[in-house]
Structures are given as C-alpha cells and as structure tokens.
C-alpha cells in the first residue's frame, strides 16, 4: 500500500513538472522572435509535455497493485523515463529563450537563412545564443530526436496521433545552431556560421555505407589494440569473462573510432564549406577562434573529438592556396596603399607559418586510435570536398578571387568613411548589392590592413575598442541593408 | 564546448522503455497471461532490437552467423546489452555471445508467435531486460557532461 501512495504522489509530481513547462512555454510564446522557428520548437515541447502527462495516468492506471513489489518496477521504470523527459524538454527550453529577437545578431539572421536555403530549402534552423563561449551546430534532427522519445508511449494514449496531434509543426528537419552570445554582434567572427551550414551538408556525406568501410579498414588493427590491453588483465581471469571482456573493448573501441572520424570529418568538411562560401574571411575568422586556445590540442572526449586548430588552418590554407588567386593579396585592394595590404599579406604569412609545423600530427600520434582513424580521415577529405563543390552545389555558389576582388576596393572605402559596405557605387551605373561574402571579405580585410594599436604610439589606443565596435556594427548594417534591398529588387508588388 | 550538440539521449530514453516494456510482458507470461496484441507488440520489436545487438556482436567477434550480417550501427546497444550479460553472469562458456544474444532472440519470437517458452528461459530473458533497463536508464540521467568521458581512457 505504501508502494502505491508513494506511486500516486510520484505521478502527481510528474503531472505537476509537465504543467510547469507548459506554462513556461506559454510565458515564452510572448516574446519577439525574428524566426518562426522558436515559437514552432515552444509549442512542440508544449504539446508533447500536455501528451506525456496523460502517458502518466495511463502508466498509473496500467499497474497491477496486487502483484509483488519486485514485479511493478518496470511500470516504475516508465514513469521515471516519462518524468526524466519531462526534464530534459524543460532544459531544452534554454534554446528557445536564447533565440529571442533581443539574443540574436538579428540583422543577420535574415540573410544567414536565405543562404541556408540556397542549398537546403528544406531545412528548418533556430539561430541561439549561448553562454559557453563556442559556435555549435546541432547535427541531431531535433524532430526525429522528439519523436524518439514520444515513440513509445502510443500504447498507453491510443486516442492520439503523434503527427496529427503533437508534430504537425515540425514536419521538416529541425536543427540548432549556437554561436556565444558574448559574440553577439562581433560580425567577423560570425563567419564561421559558413562553417556551421558545412555541417547541414556534410550529413549526407558520412553514410552508414563509408562508416561501414571505416570499420572493415580498421577492424583487424583494433583487435589488435584490444588484446595489448587484455593483457594487464590477470591471468586467473576465466576464458568466457576473457572473451566478454575483448568484444566489449572491440565495441567501444569502433564506437569511438567511428566517433573520431565523424567528429574530424564533419569539422574539416565544414571548413571547407566556409571557405567556400566566405573566401579568405572564413580563414582569417578560425585563426580568431584557433589563438584563444593551444594549437595542438589533442582529439578525445574532454575535447569533443575536435580536430586541432593547426590542422584545421592547414586545411583551410590548402583550400585557398587550392582555388589559386587569393594571396599575396593585390595592392589594389587598398586603391594602391601598399602598406596596408603588406598588413594583410602578413597575416597570411602567419597562418602559413602555423600550417607549416606538424606539432599537431605529432601529438595525435601519441594516441593510437586517433593515428590509426586520421589516417583514414585524410583518405576521406578530397572526396568530401568534391562532394561539397559538386554534389552539394557549392562550386556554382563559391566566392573566387577573380569575382570578390574588383568589388573589395569601394566597400573598403565605404568602411574607412564610415560608411556601411553594403552596395559599390563606383559609377554612375545603377548601384551593385553587395553580397553576404563581399561585405565579411571588405570588413575582415579593413580590420586587417591597420594595426589594432595606435599607429603613431605603438601602445593600446583607448578608442580602439569603439572603433571596433563601429566597424562590426557597420558591417551588420551593411548585410542587413544588402538583404532588405535584394528582398525588395524581388519583390513584386 | 558543444556536449549537448552531440549527445542523442533519445535513443537511451527509447531503449530503457522498449526493455523495461519487455520485462513486464515477460513477467505478465510468467504469471500464466497470454500474450495480448499490445505486449504481442513490445516482444517482436524487442526481438528485433536484438537483432542489431546480434549484428553488433558477429562484427566484433569478426564471425559468420546465419541469417544475421555484422553491422556497426548498434555498437552502443551491444555493449550495453553485453554489460548486462555480464552483471548477470548469463555469460557461457559454449556458446558465444553471439550465440547467446541470438538464442534470446528466437525465444522472443518463439514467444510472439504464441509458442511455448520454458519457464527457466523466461525468467532469464526477464531478468536480462530488466538489467538492460537499468543500463539505458542510466544513461539517459546522467549528466550530459559525463556523456563526454563516455569514451575510453585515455591510451598510455
């Protein structure tokens, strides 16, 4: 009896908990989102929390009280499973919150969504800010993640039909994209958002038929692997325990196999997708995120299997060095100022320099796992980015040097005038939008072509912050400009 | 760094209720019921969840199996349903693990076809799912920064 007291309460606690989040969902419905796409996600989870607290009463109802105490846990295991999702949709509600209009570089969301559905009309995308300071993208569908969750629970609300009654809104793929709110309007960094549509193409690079002919490379290496570490087991083991012991290390050691390659694959492809899009802009941005961090640190699970920093520079530069015609960058980029494009062409020459150490093949040889599927990663990338260039469209969409050049010179000195580089007006010819790669290009390389210090001084300019400001603020301007103006050339009244 | 990005808790939160679903159906035969459609149901999907932990474990044991081609794409449930094994002691000494996943699983269709199942061997698959249950449910609670270290040690 006081197992089912204790049941009742539990199941009024869960009703309770998904109550609150319903309601949490409602208060969040009120606020301005620049995207449909929070509000869809809100009244998702508040559908599927008004569908799990009736699951709960149906588990409840579903118990047999006259059996043993023992033979009723199952029913208590799904209620704890019903209660731990009611928790995690409550966590999941943090996205929601961080994607209001007032959270989100939202001049840019506008444009930053246009071009996700050049090559993925599709897809549907929540741009969030975050507290951790990092650019993420949520590679899980968050409707099939939803959907996993609810699948089993159609026995116990019979009445209910998931698509019609919880999903009917998300009815095309869902992802997340993260970038660090303390970055909010740090256009320039903004970049790697290139590299975070990679992600969304690169999906569809990794099939389970090139997993599958990972694991037959490596299969044979690591069972090898395996029996090394058998060894430091004690010989009195017996055999069955032995063997158990070997297919687990095998399993988890192709499960983590499988996870480095993933992890490199999907980062370095996305690389290649932002330099695609951005040009040099999408290198300068990685090496502003690379030198907060060590060069070389070593792919695992504290890291999240990222690739270092240095190789991901090298693979960039590669890339660049690859299409041909970017650097050394011209003078006339600067309308002949010399000095200001030797400023640029130095930093090249930096990243070049960092690309040239192999510091970063060294450590990841230190773990033999790691060596063993970077082997098979560098096999993979011409491929993936063939596939990036031919298949996923991104030949016909990339920036060039021969094209982004001519048009750098004026919306450089449309910045330099403070002035936002959103068109070139060299003529007396209709003015030109510029696009989303030409103003990060005409930014990142204004930035660049003067010191961050005072000039005269060499020493910290205490205005050197505003005018930095300015310019990102500038820029932002100038995408959200270029796309209200594209938006209205369009338009037919 | 993006853990949350990363970790798909869906998944555990699925299998933990798929298995615990099974144990009760087990134990609702154990105590004489038949089987109704609905727990008819739970016991063919259950059966097929372990065909992917079969497919699992004849890709590490680098075998042939009748029937059943290797394939990486349960890894995760394999192990797990592997760890159950072992906390069990259900492990033998003349049959493989293989072998011993794919007898459970011809009992879960045995069962869902309405035949008859030995008493002894359903008090094993039940304590089986149970064990599994725990293991997914496990998983699905803990938090998601220890999902991170759920990797290997660091080699040497």
């Keep these: 009896m006081l ?5 009742q309460h539990y199941v009024l606690e869960i009703a309770a908990r998904a109550t609150t989040v319903q309601n949490r969902c409602t208060r969040l419905l009120d606020e301005e989102f620049f995207s449909t796409a929070p509000p ?21 109802d ?30 999941q509600l943090r996205y929601v919150e961080a994607a209001r ?24 995308i929540m741009l969030r800010a975050m507290w951790q300071y990092n650019y993420a993208f949520h590679m899980l569908d968050q409707g099939q993640v939803f959907r996993r969750y609810l699948a089993g629970y159609h026995a116990y609300v019979p009445d209910m039909e998931l698509e019609r009654d919880v999903f009917q809104e998300m009815n095309r793929p869902f992802h997340i994209i993260s970038f660090p709110s303390l970055e909010q309007k740090h256009i320039l960094l903004h970049c790697l958002l290139g590299h975070e549509i990679g992600h969304l193409l690169v999906t569809e690079f990794l099939t389970k038929e090139r997993e599958a002919a990972l694991i037959d490379a490596l299969k044979s290496e690591i069972s090898k692997l395996a029996d090394e570490d058998l060894q430091q087991l004690p010989d009195s083991l017996e055999e069955e325990a032995r063997r158990a012991v070997k297919e687990a290390l095998i399993g988890r050691k192709l499960e983590e196999a499988l996870f480095f390659w993933r992890r490199a694959l999907e980062e370095l492809l996305s690389d290649s997708a932002g330099v695609l899009l951005f040009g040099p802009a999408a290198l300068f941005s990685t090496l502003d995120l690379a030198m907060q961090t060590s060069l070389d640190v070593v792919p695992s699970a504290d890291t999240d299997y990222y690739p270092p920093w240095r190789m991901r520079l090298r693979h960039g530069l590669e890339l660049l060095d690859h299409q041909g015609g970017w650097f050394p960058i011209p003078d006339d980029l600067f309308k002949g100022d010399t000095e200001r494009a030797r400023r640029v062409n130095d930093r090249v020459s930096l990243i070049r320099d960092l690309a040239a150490k192999q510091s970063d093949r060294f450590e990841i040889s230190k773990s033999r796992l790691a060596h063993l599927v970077y082997r098979e990663v560098a096999a993979m990338v011409s491929a993936g980015n063939l596939f990036l260039t031919n298949t996923k469209g991104l030949g016909h969409q990339q920036a060039t040097a021969v094209e982004l050049y001519p048009r750098l010179p004026s919306l450089i000195e449309r910045l330099d005038y403070n002035i936002p580089p959103n068109a070139i007006e060299d003529a007396i010819d209709p003015e030109q939008i510029a696009t989303f790669a030409e103003i990060l290009n005409a930014a990142w390389f204004k930035k660049l ?15 050197g912050v505003e005018t930095r400001n300015l310019m990102n603020n500038l ?15 369009e338009w037919k009244p | 760094m993006p853990s949350p990005a990363l970790v798909d808790l869906s998944q555990a939160s699925a299998n933990a209720m798929l298995t615990a679903r099974t144990s009760k159906a087990i134990s609702a035969v154990l105590r004489g019921n038949a089987l109704d459609p609905r727990n008819q149901q739970v016991v063919e999907r259950a059966a097929e969840f372990l065909k992917g932990v079969v497919q699992g474990s004849v890709l590490v044991e680098n075998t042939q199996f009748v029937g059943v081609s290797a394939s990486h794409e349960n890894l995760r449930e394999f192990v797990r349903a592997l760890s159950a094994l072992q906390s069990l002691n259900l492990l033998s000494q003349n049959a493989t693990v293989a072998e011993v996943f794919s007898s459970y699983r011809v009992q879960l269709l045995d069962l869902a076809k309405g035949q008859q199942v030995p008493g002894d061997d359903l008090q094993r698959l039940r304590r089986f799912f149970s064990e599994l249950s725990s293991y997914f449910y496990s998983d699905l609670t803990r938090p998601v920064s220890e999902h991170r270290g759920d990797r290997l040690p660091p080699e040497p």
């Design chain 1, 449 to 463: 072509s003067l010191p961050s210090f005072d000039p005269v001084t060499g020493q910290f300019d205490p205005v």
């Design chain 1, 101 to 124: 209009t007032e959270r989100l570089p939202w001049s840019i969301v506008a444009s930053f969504e246009k071009l996700v559905a050049a090559f993925l009309p599709n897809i549907q």
């Design chain 1, 62 to 91: 579903d118990i047999d009280w006259s059996l043993p105490a023992e033979d009723i846990d199952d029913d208590l295991r799904i209620l704890q499973n019903t209660d731990q999702i009611i928790k995690i949709l409550n966590q």
């Design chain 1, 40 to 60: 869809i996600f809100a009244r998702t989870i508040q559908r599927m929390c008004a569908y799990l607290s009736k699951a709960t009463l149906a588990i409840y």
């Design chain 1, 475 to 489: 820029t932002l301007k100038a995408i959200e400009f270029a796309h209200l103006a594209t938006e209205y050339a």
């Design chain 1, 3 to 7: 197992q089912k007291e204790l049941a």
